[in-house]
């Protein structure tokens, strides 16, 4: 039996039917291509991260090891490690200043002369110049000195933009305050009994300043 033509109701419904299977089927599954793109561009991406770390850290090396070459005075001789460890009865001295004097070449001594400043534990590294790691080779006295100087009658300074501070600035200047060595002379003269011979390799000493002392000066 042939059907006829679909009257203008039917050709409604047929049409809200396929509109409504087309909108409610599921969109079709990324392709393989796109997750592979996105692989290799997070690849890349974490390829030029680390690339800009590589770069910064060589050129921060390039640099310390440019400019700690030249600032290198000319004639400076080879410098070796070296530590020095101060006690006082017994007991770490913190504080105290260091300082190595050349007895072997007087006059090399006078040039490069190696200092430190002991810390918590005693310790003091030893600079050259005071800013150049370790000592030249050579046989050193080791003097040892540590100071205190008696707190300020004027107190606490005022602000530097405030009217008082040029006033208590010339005061302050002016103020002759008692300074006291609390190192016994013989450790912080040239008389000390402490020496120390220093060359190739690690150099360290331990010397022991006597008793608590507090000397005026």
């Known amino acids: 039996m042939t059907r006829g033509p679909l009257s203008l109701g039917e050709r409604v419904r047929v049409r809200a039917v396929r509109v409504s299977s087309s909108s409610s089927s599921p969109p079709p599954p990324e392709g393989e291509g796109t997750e592979k793109r996105r692989f290799m561009a997070l690849q890349r991406i974490t390829f030029l991260k680390n690339m800009q770390k590589f770069i910064v850290i060589l050129l921060l090396s390039f640099s310390v090891t440019l400019f700690g070459c030249s600032n290198r005075p000319s004639g400076m001789p080879a410098l070796y490690p070296c530590k020095i460890t101060v006690t006082q009865d017994g007991t770490p001295l913190a504080d105290a200043s260091v300082v ?6 007087t006059e090399k001594g006078q040039a490069w002369a190696p200092m430190g400043k002991t810390d918590s534990s005693g310790v003091a590294v030893m600079m050259t110049n005071a800013q150049y790691n370790g000592a030249a080779a050579g046989k050193y006295r080791i003097i040892v000195d540590k100071t205190e100087t008696e707190p300020s009658k004027l107190g606490p300074p005022p602000a530097t933009d405030s009217p008082e501070y040029e006033a208590w600035s010339e005061k302050s200047a002016n103020e002759d305050l008692t300074q006291f060595s609390l190192v016994e ?5 040239s ?6 011979d220093v060359g190739k390799g ?10 608590v002392v507090r000397i005026k000066r």
């Open 100 to 105: 190595l004097v050349n007895i072997s070449d």
């Open 202 to 211: 690690t150099n360290e000493k331990t010397v022991d300043v006597g008793k």
């Open 191 to 196: 008389e000390t009994p402490h020496e120390i």
């Open 185 to 189: 002379t013989v450790y912080s003269s």
